[in-house]
T-cell receptor, first 117, second 113 residues
Framework: KAGVTQTPRYLIKTRGQQVTLSCSPI?????VSWYQQTPGQGLQFLFE???????NKGNFPGRFSGRQFSNSRSEMNVSTLELGDSALYLC????????????????FGAGTRLSVL | SQQGEEDPQALSIQEGENATMNCSYK?????LQWYRQNSGRGLVHLIL?????REKHSGRLRVTLDTSKKSSSLLITASRAADTASYFC?????????????FGKGTKLTVNP
């Protein structure tokens, strides 16, 4: 079974540009969550999509957005990039079933490292 | 905000020794999970312990949970150089039908050969 695939692995952008990151979940998983990881703030939750709907959102500005397609693949977009957006962006997939069960374990991709110059 | 806080922030040991990492959290939980991250890579799920469990084992990993103290520990026995990584605890916050993981800042473990 293929794991979570994130593309691209590395990106270099300049301030003011926008960027789109892609995530293909494990087959059968309907939930995709996005996280930002920086040395200063650690791992922070961005948002979660389930069946093409945003189901949960973290405390990030509106420049951060996402979407999910009918095949569960997800994209996140960051507009008007700032230097502080430089980070490792991780996506994770799961069955998305709420409750105290092993099926809500999240499986992570290798991440996209974004550098904003 | 960070729910879990790991302690210590960094740990350096020799191969064959045991490594213990601790995690504290603030709110009530249904389960607590531990993840490993090799340098600059994605996170790998290690183990999940439910709130009604006190201890769980998986290979060389032993996790304990004390809900009265809101703390958990991860013990790696007979460590190997390949165990060098950052280890994170994560708790689950529910909002409607959605669950999000809230991570601590992690413990960076270095196992010297």
């Amino acid at each position: 079974k293929a794991g979570v695939t994130q593309t691209p692995r590395y990106l270099i952008k300049t301030r003011g540009q926008q960027v789109t990151l892609s995530c293909s979940p494990i087959s059968g998983h309907r939930s995709v969550s996005w996280y930002q990881q920086t040395p200063g703030q650690g791992l922070q939750f961005l948002f979660e999509y389930f069946s093409e709907t945003q189901r949960n959102k973290g405390n990030f500005p509106g420049r951060f957005s996402g979407r999910q397609f009918s095949n569960s693949r997800s994209e996140m977009n960051v507009s008007t990039l700032e230097l502080g957006d430089s980070a490792l962006y991780l996506c994770a997939s799961s069955f998305g079933v709420s409750g105290n069960r092993a099926k809500n374990i999240q499986y992570f991709g290798a991440g996209t490292r974004l550098s904003v110059l | 905000s960070q729910q879990g806080e790991e302690d210590p922030q960094a740990l350096s040991i020799q191969e064959g020794e045991n490594a213990t990492m601790n995690c504290s959290y603030k709110t009530s939980i249904n389960n607590l999970q531990w993840y490993r991250q090799n340098s600059g890579r994605g996170l790998v799920h290690l183990i999940l312990i439910r709130s009604n469990e006190r201890e769980k084992h998986s290979g060389r990993l032993r996790v304990t949970l004390d809900t009265s103290k809101k703390s958990s520990s991860l013990l790696i026995t007979a460590s190997r150089a390949a165990d060098t990584a950052s280890y994170f605890c994560a708790t689950v916050q529910r909002q409607g039908g959605s669950e999000k993981l809230v991570f601590g800042k992690g413990t960076k473990l270095t196992v010297n050969p």
